[in-house]
T-cell receptor, first 112, second 115 residues
Framework: DGGITQSPKYLFRKEGQNVTLSCEQN?????MYWYRQDPGQGLRLIYY???????QKGDIAEGYSVSREKKESFPLTVTSAQKNPTAFYLC???????????FGEGSWLTVV | AQSVTQLGSHVSVSEGALVLLRCNYSSSVPPYLFWYVQYPNQGLQLLLK??????LVKGINGFEAEFKKSETSFHLTKPSAHMSDAAEYFCAVSESGAGSYQLTFGKGTKLSVIP
């Protein structure tokens, strides 16, 4: 079955470490998105990519980086510059006509 | 630029009462509109979506929403609330044009159902 797979589900990061969250889709979607969710703040856009080898900053890109080397993959790196990374992270993809949005199950990142 | 406003960050209803969650949007082109539900510690599940055609859209779990262009609204309703409806609900708008598209979410409405 087609879908989006995020991994890991739970991740712990030490202070000063970079960590990478994986997002893979086999839906042949062009556009992929990363959101951060904090309690009571809804979904905030971190980065998005409309096409391979191209991506744009969202509303809260500072302290994060992404790559889009393959259509299927859009990994998110949470760098040590992100001062408050503890949150729930959601990856999504959208097919070309904007008609259907698919979400991964999310990844919990906690700083220890 | 598109935007989504969900009125009320927290809504409480009694079990069996009408559920009404409000969503207004702004968009420069005819949008696609979505409602998602999120249960604690889970991802987002699509409830329903409007793309074209009939403006009253029926979704899963007895929910429905009506697209009203003149009011730029897409409110979510359910005639009779069930305890299992307690969750957070997100309205979203997607628009495309000239080979690009944007996806924007509202801040969410947490629904509590009182026994």
């Amino acid at each position: 079955d087609g879908g989006i797979t995020q991994s890991p589900k739970y991740l712990f990061r030490k202070e000063g470490q970079n960590v990478t969250l994986s997002c893979e889709q086999n839906l042949n979607h062009d556009a992929m998105y990363w959101y951060r969710q904090d309690p009571g703040q809804g979904l905030r856009l971190i980065y998005y990519s409309q096409i391979v080898n191209d991506f744009q900053k969202g509303d809260i890109a500072e302290g994060y980086s992404v790559s889009r080397e393959k259509k299927e993959s859009f990994p998110l790196t949470v760098t040590s510059a992100q001062k408050n990374p503890t949150a729930f992270y959601l990856c999504a993809s959208v097919q070309r006509d904007g008609n259907t949005i698919y979400f991964g199950e999310g990844s919990w990142l906690t700083v220890v | 630029a598109q935007s989504v406003t969900q009125l009320g960050s927290h809504v409480s209803v009694s079990e069996g009462a009408l559920v009404l969650l409000r969503c207004n949007y702004s968009s420069s082109v005819p949008p696609y509109l979505f409602w998602y539900v999120q249960y604690p510690n889970q991802g987002l599940q699509l409830l329903l979506k409007y793309t074209t055609g009939a403006t009253l859209v029926k979704g899963i779990n007895g929910f429905e929403a009506e697209f009203k262009k003149s009011e730029t609204s897409f409110h979510l309703t359910k005639p009779s609330a069930h305890m299992s409806d307690a969750a957070e609900y997100f309205c979203a708008v997607s628009e495309s044009g000239a080979g690009s598209y944007q996806l924007t979410f509202g801040k969410g409405t947490k629904l509590s159902v009182i026994p």
